[in-house]
C-alpha cells in the first residue's frame, strides 16, 4: 500500500467520523424547541462523552433523551431491538452514571439525572 492510498484512508475515515458526528448531532437536536433536551444534554453527559459510547448505547442514549423518560419496551419499540437488550443496555447507561431508574407501579423507567422531578 502506497503512501498516498494510506492518506486516502485516512481521509475517508475522518470523512465517515465527520459524516456520524453530523447525523449525531442532528438526531440529539431533531426537536429544535425542546430546550429541555438539549440542558439534560449538556449537564448529564456532553456531546464528546456521547460520541465516545459505543453505537449501540449511544443509540439508547438519544433514544431516551427524545423520550425523557421511558421503559426498555418503549426504547426497543423505537430502536428495533429486543426488549431485553435495550433493557442491558440502560442498565449499563445507569452503572456509568448517566440514566437513573425507577418503579412506577410495576414499570421500570429510565431517565437522564437531570431529568427528575
Known amino acids: ?4 492510498d494510506t492518506l486516502n484512508d485516512i481521509l475517508d475515515k475522518l470523512n465517515e467520523i465527520n459524516s456520524k ?9 431533531r426537536d429544535a424547541g425542546d430546550k429541555q433536551n438539549e440542558t439534560i444534554l449538556s ?6 462523552t456521547l460520541i465516545s459510547l459505543p453505537e449501540h448505547l449511544r443509540t439508547t442514549a438519544t433514544t431516551l433523551l427524545r423520550l425523557e423518560q421511558a421503559t426498555a419496551d418503549e426504547i426497543s419499540e423505537i ?20 440514566v437513573t431508574k425507577f418503579r412506577k407501579g410495576k414499570r421500570i423507567y429510565f431517565r437522564f439525572h437531570e431529568n427528575i422531578n
Open 1 to 4: 500500500m502506497s503512501e498516498n
Open 21 to 29: 458526528m453530523d447525523k449525531l448531532l442532528q438526531d440529539t437536536n
Open 43 to 48: 449537564k448529564s453527559m456532553d456531546v464528546m
Open 79 to 98: 430502536t428495533g431491538k429486543e426488549r431485553a437488550v435495550e433493557s442491558n443496555y440502560l442498565n449499563q447507561l445507569v452503572k456509568l452514571g448517566y
